[in-house]
Structure formats: structure tokens, C-alpha cells
């Protein structure tokens, strides 16, 4: 995550406050200003408050969500349990948009415990709204058998060719279904090309999306697994380029 120092604060014993004469610009900058490793505190305050303060209510409830989301202080102090009321009501206000759907249900199915079938269906209403949606697919291909998780992980990568997550997902199913030959070959595009990283992602969920489902944060490391995996192969297996 996002590691920087917090900006127009003081200390009130074990508790931070803002300076009230401080200005407040309620932006995206200043809400990755708040950010701790794993801690979101502090932006998760910067969202209340800047709802409070009158800012754009629908950029800033999502904001909110996005920081609810990722906030890992622990199962005490972590804010994941409100993070679905938020959503919630995200969704209702915009139903229509398929990115609140996928992190909506990636939230429930993924994250929380107790939610899969609700989960699920978010998932799959997020790939109903945009059937090319990069990340639905990807996360929905992990639950479907083979045959089918190889058409919604191709989806994936239609749109994002070298999301390194994907082409490994995609190289160990068709190495299930038989297809050693293939799966090799979608390994081999580890090693050639570099890593697909969503730069369009929300600037506060942008470590998470390319840490977790680009895999762009781990490249060095996917890559001295492939080269070990392609070793391991035998000779003559990957046809030349």
C-alpha cells in the first residue's frame, strides 16, 4: 500500500486531529496522504469529513467504501463490516455501473465470510452489465471448471494481454485440461513481455489492483517462478517465436 507521511495533523494523547485553521483540499492526493501500511484510519476520516464538508457525495462515498475495503488493522479494528453498507448503498444509487458490482461482490465472496451466493451473483451482475469486465472474470473463472474458467480468463486478458495473474490462472488450467503445450506457451508471455498495470484503476485501490489482480507489484517474482516451472519442462516443449 500507499506509504506516506500525514499532513496538517497534531497529537491529542493517543488520537490525531486536524488543525481546524488547517485548509482541508479534499482531493485524491490528500486522501493517499492519510494512508499508513495496511492502516486507513486517517483516510477514512479524510472521506467522513469530506462528506461532511459538502464535497461531490458520490465520489466521495466510494472513496469511503474503497478505504473500508482495504483497511487490514485486524478483525478488531478493521472496518470491513461496514464496508458492505457503504457498498450497499453505491449500489442502489448507481446500479447500473459495473465496477461498484465486481468490488461489491468481490467484498462479500472474496473477503467477508457468510456471503458467497449474494457475492456471486454481484459478480455475475457485474459481467452482465459489462461482459468484458477484466476483473469480474477473472475473479469468476477461479469457480468455474476448467472448460469454462479458460473462456472467462481469455476475456481477462482480450483486455489486458500481459496481466501476468491471469496468464498464470490461464497456463494452469490448460495444463489441467491436458493442453501442456499451450500452457507453456501462456508462460513463456511472463518472460517476454512486461506486466500489464491498470493505471486507470481508482488512485486509492491502485496497489491493491496491481498487487492482487494484475500481479504487476509481484513481475520479479512471477518471473523466477515461470523460469522455474518452463525448467522444469521438457526440452522442446515451447515452439520458437
Same mark, same amino acid.
Given at each position: 500500500?500507499?506509504?506516506?507521511?500525514? %499532513? %496538517?495533523?497534531?497529537?491529542?494523547?493517543? #488520537?490525531?486531529?486536524?488543525?481546524?485553521?488547517?485548509?482541508?483540499?479534499?482531493?485524491?492526493?490528500?486522501?493517499?496522504?492519510?494512508?499508513?501500511?495496511?492502516?486507513?484510519?486517517?483516510?477514512?476520516?479524510?472521506? #467522513?469529513?469530506?462528506?461532511?464538508?459538502?464535497?461531490?457525495?458520490?465520489?466521495?462515498?466510494? *472513496?469511503?467504501?474503497?478505504?473500508?475495503? &482495504?483497511?487490514?488493522r485486524?478483525?478488531?479494528?478493521? *472496518?470491513?463490516?461496514?464496508?458492505?453498507?457503504?457498498? /450497499?448503498?453505491?449500489?442502489?444509487?448507481?446500479p447500473?455501473?459495473?465496477?461498484?458490482?465486481?468490488?461489491?461482490?468481490? &467484498?462479500l465472496?472474496?473477503?467477508?465470510?457468510?456471503?458467497?451466493?449474494?457475492?456471486? $451473483?454481484?459478480?455475475?451482475?457485474?459481467?452482465?452489465?459489462?461482459?468484458?469486465?477484466?476483473?469480474?472474470n477473472?475473479?469468476?473463472?477461479?469457480? #468455474?471448471?476448467?472448460?469454462?474458467?479458460?473462456?472467462?480468463?481469455?476475456?481477462?486478458?482480450?483486455?489486458?494481454? $500481459? %496481466?501476468?495473474?491471469?496468464?498464470?490462472?490461464?497456463? @494452469?488450467?490448460?495444463?489441467?485440461? @491436458?493442453r $501442456?503445450?499451450?500452457?507453456?506457451?501462456?508462460?513463456?508471455?511472463?518472460?517476454?513481455?512486461?506486466?500489464y498495470? /491498470?493505471?486507470?484503476?481508482?488512485?486509492?485501490?491502485?496497489?491493491?489492483? $496491481?498487487?492482487? &489482480?494484475?500481479?504487476?507489484?509481484?513481475?520479479?517474482?512471477?518471473? /523466477? #517462478?515461470v523460469?522455474?516451472?518452463?525448467?522444469?519442462?521438457?526440452?522442446?516443449?515451447?515452439?520458437?517465436?
Open positions: 500500500m500507499v506509504l506516506a507521511a500525514a %499532513n %496538517n495533523k497534531r497529537t491529542v494523547g493517543c #488520537e490525531t486531529a486536524r488543525v481546524a485553521s488547517d485548509p482541508l483540499p479534499f482531493d485524491e492526493a490528500g486522501l493517499v496522504s492519510q494512508v499508513r501500511v495496511g492502516d486507513y484510519a486517517d483516510a477514512i476520516v479524510y472521506c #467522513e469529513e469530506a462528506l461532511a464538508a459538502g464535497a461531490p457525495p458520490a465520489f466521495w462515498r466510494r *472513496q469511503l467504501a474503497y478505504c473500508l475495503f &482495504l483497511d487490514e485486524g478483525p478488531v479494528a478493521n *472496518q470491513w463490516e461496514r464496508a458492505p453498507a457503504v457498498f /450497499d448503498q453505491l449500489v442502489r444509487d448507481e447500473g455501473d459495473p465496477d461498484l458490482r465486481f468490488w461489491r461482490g468481490y &467484498l465472496k472474496v473477503v467477508l465470510v457468510g456471503y458467497d451466493e449474494l457475492g456471486m $451473483n454481484e459478480l455475475r451482475r457485474a459481467l452482465d452489465l459489462d461482459p468484458n469486465h477484466p476483473y469480474a477473472l475473479v469468476l473463472a477461479a469457480y #468455474e471448471d476448467p472448460p469454462q474458467s479458460i473462456a472467462f480468463v481469455q476475456r481477462t486478458l482480450s483486455s489486458q494481454p $500481459n %496481466n501476468y495473474r491471469a496468464l498464470r490462472f490461464l497456463a @494452469g488450467r490448460l495444463a489441467q485440461a @491436458g $501442456n503445450h499451450d500452457a507453456q506457451e501462456v508462460l513463456a508471455i511472463v518472460l517476454r513481455d512486461p506486466p498495470i /491498470d493505471i486507470e484503476a481508482p488512485v486509492i485501490l491502485r496497489d491493491y489492483v $496491481n498487487g492482487v &489482480l494484475t500481479g504487476a507489484h509481484w513481475a520479479d517474482q512471477s518471473r /523466477d #517462478e523460469t522455474s516451472e518452463l525448467a522444469a519442462a521438457r526440452p522442446g516443449d515451447i515452439a520458437p517465436r
